[in-house]
């Protein structure tokens, strides 16, 4: 099987790529402006540039831009034409970026892999689609895995352009399109290790929290987080891909084992003796503007880009990845979050920060040395 992976060496796209070429799939790797490949762990992956003739059990890298016609691909033909599936990664996944930047590689870029799968003269190509379990939105009660539009409003730009890519993808998926959908939640550290390459989006908002540079956040200790193991979310990936047959025309929650609450974040989060413990405050009594300068920066600029995530109490279906792997994730509840926090503070990432060398000289001046 050759396999176009695009976001090849992303978070997951890595981890993807890796499988697939594991399981003798020959991997076409589009990447960006990162032509590394990277395991989750930190061991690179062994890539060859594109001859033109991908070899089973190997990944393959082609420079590319979604956001371009024709995927920005110098060997667009040849590649539409080796692809026997696509798997879609490639986004913008922080949170807080400009609107375009949200619509260009998110929405277009979508667009953009559905023109390759759908050549108007030629056979469809599978596609599955990475989207988000957070296309769910502000929506309340439970969204199944197939639900897309029930009226929901948005809490973020991200979510918004991944719901705007999901319904084009469903429309081609109408129009005759074979895909299936994968949606992970919020993708955090491995299972067993809680290792993660790279600490974004939500350890950002930890880190924030954690050092005291935000005190108090508006929520409710009963919103809960979804929280999934970024290998279990590469299995559901290869699977859904490898299988396609089983997959087709289904969407697939890849969530964690059970979702997290915020009490659960307070009370492992009060295990760590270097931890600042964030309060909970009414949404309707908190007011950005009444925090102190500093701490009302750190809101604005990380914080708060999570606001609604503080409060919504959505309950995700959970049948279809359960179901295709015959498996939940085994990490789960507060063991899990220990796990996960106990990485961040090894590496360093996480816990009180060490004085910087200013600091200490300040110090050392203070003490008359
Ligand atoms: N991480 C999560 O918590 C999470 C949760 C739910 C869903 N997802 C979805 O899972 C997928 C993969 O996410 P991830 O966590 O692996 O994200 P990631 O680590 O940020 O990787 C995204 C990849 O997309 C590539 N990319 C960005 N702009 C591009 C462009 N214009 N053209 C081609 N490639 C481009 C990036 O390449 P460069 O860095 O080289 O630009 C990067 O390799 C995304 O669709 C995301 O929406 C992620």
Not at 45 to 73: E, K, S
Not at 168 to 175: D, N, Y
Not at 309 to 325: G, S
Request: aromatic share 8%; with cysteine; hydrophobic share 40%.
């Amino acid at each position: 099987m050759i396999v176009l992976l695009t976001g090849a060496a992303g978070l997951i796209g890595a981890e993807v790529a890796a499988r697939l070429a594991a399981k003798g799939a020959a991997v076409i790797g589009l990447v960006h402006r990162n032509p590394n490949l990277t395991r989750n762990n930190g061991r690179p992956i062994r890539t060859v540039p594109w001859n033109g003739a991908p070899r089973p059990g190997t990944v393959t890298t082609v420079t590319g831009d979604v956001t371009q016609p024709r995927l920005g691909l110098e060997q667009y033909n040849a590649i539409r034409e080796a692809a026997d599936i696509v798997v879609h990664c490639a986004a913008i996944t922080d949170f807080g970026r400009a609107q375009h930047v949200y619509d260009g590689v998110n929405v277009n870029g979508t667009d953009h892999v559905l023109r390759l799968v759908r050549p108007r003269d030629a056979r469809p190509v599978p596609l599955v689609h990475v989207s988000t379990a957070y296309v769910c939105g502000e929506h309340e009660g439970t969204f199944r895995e197939a639900d897309l539009d029930t009226g929901q409003s948005f809490g973020t730009a991200y979510e918004q352009s991944k719901f705007r890519a999901e319904t084009m993808v469903r429309e081609a998926q109408e129009g005759g399109l074979p895909a299936a959908v994968v949606r992970p939640s919020i993708v955090v550290g491995a299972e067993r290790t809680g290792v993660v390459r790279e600490f974004q989006n939500m350890y950002v908002v930890l880190k924030a929290l954690t050092e005291g540079r935000v005190r108090s956040i508006p929520g409710y200790y009963d919103a809960h987080l979804d929280l999934v193991p970024v290998d279990y979310v590469a299995d559901v990936v290869v699977e859904a891909t490898l299988r396609f047959a089983a997959a087709e025309g289904r969407t697939f929650h890849a969530l964690g084992a059970a979702p997290h609450t915020l009490r659960d974040f307070s009370d492992v989060l009060a295990e760590y003796p270097t931890f600042h413990v964030p309060r909970y405050i009414p949404p309707s009594s908190f007011s950005a503007e009444k925090l102190p300068a500093t701490e009302r920066i750190y809101y604005e600029r990380i914080v708060g880009l999570y606001e609604t995530y503080f409060r919504r109490t959505v309950v995700h279906e959970n049948v279809n990845a359960a179901e295709l792997l015959g498996r939940k994730p085994g990490a789960q509840g507060l063991p899990y979050l220990r796990r996960l926090l106990d990485h961040a503070l090894k590496v360093g990432y996480l816990g009180t920060p060490l004085p910087s060398v200013d600091e200490a000289l300040a110090g050392l001046a203070k003490e008359g040395r």
